[in-house]
């Protein structure tokens, strides 16, 4: 069907009522915010509302009675925060966030800039095919693949114990020990996340021009030299982008050591929101555990700040 | 010495291919041992009397397809809803003209650096005042509008150039006309991509539903296994079967639309 035909004089009519720019202004900032509307309502509703609202729960005695009955409710001022300043349980979930963020989220950087390098390498044959397998964990469920990392992990059956059998190592205990129970969930967090990273920093190397290679070959430098002088330095915004989000995300660490070791053992793999997770939805704590989702936050966002910080400033 | 090198690389992708595809492997062929075949030493790799068993008890004593179902209604309606919500966003900061479009991008922005778990004590107080919770409405509201859906979108809809848009303008169609007609059809890539992206987030989610779902019957996927770990921590074979069933379909998802998944990644990586 062709539309039907129009006079000129119809077209010109139209042409100038568009270009009445305040009428076409007005007409698109109506329309905007109708179309932003449904968005902005629900973000405001069920994310910054509760935001706000976890700053002021967090000011409160909020508890299992009052879940029954609000008017129980106290305003209790800092004293949630002297809690968890000088509360032992929450300066080891502290700890072992530490840990797992600063050496879990390294590592799973490196290992996705090894994995990147190894796929974008120009000699590298079946180029997909690599992509997509080392992607993989990265889609599957989290629950899911705990569980059977955990199976991986028996002292006495696992298939890992028996991988390093065969070399004469262990048996380790992985789960079972407060000494190895964080490496091994830092292990299987490397695993599952590490193919995001692979593939934003594959993005990252093939945007390197070319020609930047070639001059440097030219000038006789070796793979390292142009690995160092060229990749590194042209990778780093890539690698900003990528240290920040892993961090952010390891600092949230949760389905891990609630499936695999509730955590235990002597709550050596505790996170922060697993205890925030605890204290409020297991004891109903409510208030206290808000204090605890508000020091996450101000903990990512000091990092965050910082790493942004210093890795700008290193170039 | 490049052929040394090039077998050398090739070497360890092969390496780096067994470590990201052992567990998973593994967990297949342990699903079909019969139940304490798993737990001999040395591991077997492979079930020398495969069964279906344990598949048998999870469809039919456990009835794990109430979760499956749980879990696709939950996913699919917030796939769909957040389809709809944030392109619709998306599009308008991305090209309409207003007031206030850089201040709505920045303050999204700033909000991004805020975790998800600060919500979650509140949330579910304001959910329980709607009587939402254990509802699957609690379960999918908080993934319908989200800002990196709606980043996500804008990023691709920057490159929608403006003579299409003023052209359906002087045709005298309606912004909603031109967003539904004209609008819909160009981004259709980037949407496949949130559409997968939401899916696999919604289906592979485990704290919020984990909170907000709590009567057994309303559980999803990844929530009824953690529980059913719990309960059955000696049955290997069982687990590695309920695994499976919890990770096949979103591997299949993937696999099937792996070019939009990518794109998300490639976008989303951009600075918005």
């Known amino acids: 069907m062709t539309p039907p035909m129009r006079t000129t004089r119809e077209i010109a009519t139209r042409y100038s009522a568009l270009h009445d720019e305040a009428q076409l202004g007005r007409a698109q900032t109506r329309a905007a915010w109708a179309f932003l509307f449904p968005a902005i309502a629900l973000i405001s509703v069920f994310f910054a509302l509760p935001v706000i609202a976890a700053f002021l729960l967090g000011f409160t005695d909020f508890d299992i009675y009052a879940l029954a009955d609000t008017e129980t409710v106290r305003l209790t001022g800092l004293r949630n925060y002297e809690t968890i300043l000088t509360s032992p349980l929450f300066w080891q979930a502290f700890r072992n966030t530490c840990l797992f963020a600063f050496v879990g989220g390294p590592l799973s950087v490196l290992v996705s800039l090894a994995a990147a390098l190894l796929v974008n390498a120009r000699a590298t044959r079946f180029k997909p095919f690599f992509r997509s397998v080392l992607f993989m964990p990265f889609v599957t469920t989290l629950v899911a693949v705990s569980i059977v990392w955990r199976y991986l992990y028996h002292p ?55 020609d930047l290679y070639e001059a440097a070959r030219l000038d006789g430098a070796g793979a390292w030299q142009q690995f160092r002088h060229i990749t590194l ?55 206290y555990a808000a204090a605890v989702a508000v020091a996450l936050f101000v903990i990512i966002l000091l990092v965050t700040l910082v790493q942004r910080r210093v890795q700008r400033e290193a170039v | 010495m490049k052929r040394f090198g090039s077998v050398l690389l090739h070497v360890a992708l092969v390496c780096a291919a067994i470590f990201a595809l052992a567990p998973m492997l593994w967990m297949l062929s342990a699903s079909f041992m019969p139940t304490g075949a798993a737990n001999v030493y040395p591991p077997p790799l492979i079930p020398k009397n495969p069964t279906l068993e344990h598949y048998r008890t999870l469809f039919g004593q456990l009835a794990i397809g109430r979760y499956m179902f749980n879990s696709a209604v939950i996913a699919t309606s917030a796939t769909l809803l957040s389809l709809l919500v944030n392109s619709l966003a998306g599009y308008a900061i991305a090209k309409l003209r207003f007031r206030g479009r850089d201040s709505v991008h920045k ?19 304001l959910l329980k005042q709607f009587g939402l919770v254990n509802s699957y409405w609690g379960a999918i509201i908080p993934s319908i509008a989200t800002i990196f859906g709606i980043f996500l979108i804008r990023q691709y809809a920057l490159g929608i150039p403006d003579d299409l848009l003023d052209a359906a303008r002087m045709d005298g169609a309606s912004e909603f006309r031109i967003y539904w007609s004209v609008v819909l059809p160009v981004i259709r890539p980037i949407l496949a991509t949130l559409a997968i992206w939401t899916f696999l987030a919604s289906w592979n989610d485990f704290l919020w539903p984990l909170v907000v779902l709590t009567d057994d019957a309303r559980y999803t996927l990844p929530v009824a296994l953690a529980s059913l770990s719990g309960e059955h921590v000696q049955d290997t074979e069982l687990m590695m079967a309920g695994a499976v069933v919890t990770v096949f379909p979103v591997v299949v998802v993937f696999l099937m639309l792996q070019r939009a998944y990518v794109q998300g990644v490639m976008v989303g990586s951009v600075k918005g």
């Open chain 1, 156 to 210: 006495q059956y696992g298939l890992l114990n028996w991988v390093l059998g065969s070399v004469g190592l262990g048996p380790v205990d992985w789960l079972g020990s407060p000494t190895w129970a964080m490496p091994a969930i830092i292990l299987v967090a490397v695993w599952k996340g590490f193919g995001y990273n692979m593939l934003v920093l594959i993005a990252g190397l093939q945007s390197i021009p070319e």
């Open chain 1, 233 to 287: 330095p042209m990778l780093r915004p890539t690698m900003l982008f990528v240290g920040i989000i892993t961090m952010v995300g390891f600092f949230q660490l949760f389905a891990e050591p609630y499936v695999m070791t509730q955590g235990g053992p002597l709550r050596s793999t505790t996170s922060i929101v697993l205890l925030m997770f605890e204290e409020g939805f297991r004891w109903w704590r409510m208030g």
């Open chain 2, 107 to 125: 303050i999204m922005g700033a909000a991004l650096l805020i975790p998800v778990q600060v919500t979650m004590l509140p949330l579910f107080l």
